[in-house]
């Protein structure tokens, strides 16, 4: 991107000579960015109605479990030593190459920064139960996160 001026005058703010991939891979950033800022807005969100509800003699609904940014950060730098992004990882493709990636994120998470398996199940939208078969598979084949081997 440039410095909002484009090289045909069109006023959209991309110079069209730059390579599509570069700008793809900028807004895909920007997404995440995105992404962890709504996580923090809802979160925020949640805490001021159940603040409003106990004020006003209520019950407070409970509080909407939230992922850690740095998970979210963790799972995509380990998705990406794999050759996908976050989103790849949490979508179904049921190819061998995906799988492993997907495997190698949940055993990230759970042995390197200790989390639940529906924490695990809510940063990657799948079941605890189909987190914790991934993981029982991952350690059975030895899956690799960012080039460590799992020991079985």
């Known amino acids: ?10 006023g959209h703010g991309y110079d069209f000579h730059e390579p599509l991939a570069e700008i793809i891979g ?3 950033v920007k ?6 800022q709504l996580d923090s807005v809802t979160s925020d969100l949640t ?3 159940a603040h409003a509800l106990a004020m006003s003699g ?10 850690d940014c740095k998970a979210t950060a963790k799972a995509r730098d380990v998705a990406s030593g794999h050759g996908y992004t976050l ?10 190459a995906a799988c492993v990636a997907r495997c190698a994120v949940i055993v990230a998470l759970r042995d ?20 914790m078969s991934l993981y ?16 079985p």
């Open 136 to 151: 029982r598979r991952a350690v059975e084949l030895g899956v690799k996160t960012n080039g460590v081997e799992v020991d």
């Open 58 to 67: 209520g019950s407070a609904p409970p509080p909407i479990p939230r992922v």
């Open 26 to 28: 900028r807004l895909r």
């Open 47 to 49: 805490q001021v109605l």
């Open 112 to 131: 390197e920064d200790g989390m639940s398996y529906p924490e695990i199940g809510r940063l990657l939208r799948r079941d605890h139960s189909s987190v």
């Open 31 to 36: 997404i995440y960015e995105l992404e962890d």
């Open 87 to 96: 989103d790849h990882v949490r979508g179904r493709d049921r190819r061998r």
């Open 1 to 10: 991107m440039t410095d909002g001026h484009d090289s045909n005058g069109s």
